[in-house]
């Protein structure tokens, strides 16, 4: 099991993306390790790769790998084989979201994140998927655990910073409600109405 995140360099907030494989309110195993985790990915596009919050996240990172490898880090060799937290979004173009220039994070904590909306309102599990915009509140942390090496962050809390809106796309296809159905005509007070069909009969093309 990689080393549990602690904090090395103190909590970072990165910059808004697209919210992806949220696990946030039930943990799930993460792949190849059996325990269960609070997790979710961030896609960062390329305008997010060009703000401050994301210079932070990568000075961030190499700082707490030179605080965990010391002069490891001046072995060439060594730094080349060192797993990057920030993945090129190319890697994964088969899935909804993640596009080539855009990056992602996976973060992940034992402890269940705090998820908070634009208003830093509380927010209920389905009222969180994946396709809306957020920011994660994160701490670097480098690991050396059976061979490999490398640094990751851990995810304390989440703001969904775009909750709805017609810019929100669902990346796992599902439709919400008012997607699924259209307005009832309205009752006469007889309990008729006159938009209602009638029922069709069956015929010699369709006996249903």
């Known amino acids: 099991m990689a080393n549990a995140p602690t904090p090395t360099s103190g909590l970072l907030i990165t910059p808004i993306g697209l919210l992806s494989f949220p696990h946030l309110f039930v943990p799930q195993p993460r792949l190849n390790n059996p325990e269960p985790v609070y997790q979710a990915s961030l896609i960062i596009p390329p305008e997010g790769q060009k703000t401050a919050e994301y210079t932070a996240l990568k000075n961030a990172a190499l ?85 490999n090496v490398g640094v990751a962050f851990g995810l304390n809390n989440v703001q969904i910073t775009k909750v709805s809106g017609p810019e929100i796309k669902r990346l796992d296809n599902r439709r919400s409600a008012e997607e699924s159905f259209g307005d009832l005509p309205v009752e006469n007070g007889d309990g008729t109405n006159e938009t209602a069909p009638r029922p069709t009969a069956p015929t010699s093309s369709n006996p249903f």
């Open 63 to 147: 700082e707490a790998c030179k605080t965990k490898f010391g002069s490891r880090m001046n072995d060439p060799a060594f730094v080349g084989r060192l797993r990057s937290p920030f993945r090129d979004a190319g890697e994964k173009s088969n899935l909804a979201g993640y596009e080539p220039g855009h990056v992602f994070l996976n973060c992940w904590s034992k402890f269940p994140p705090g998820v908070v909306g634009p208003q830093r309102q509380q927010m209920l599990k389905e009222d969180v998927f994946a396709g809306q915009f957020a920011r994660f509140s994160v701490n670097p942390y480098a690991y050396d655990q059976l061979g």
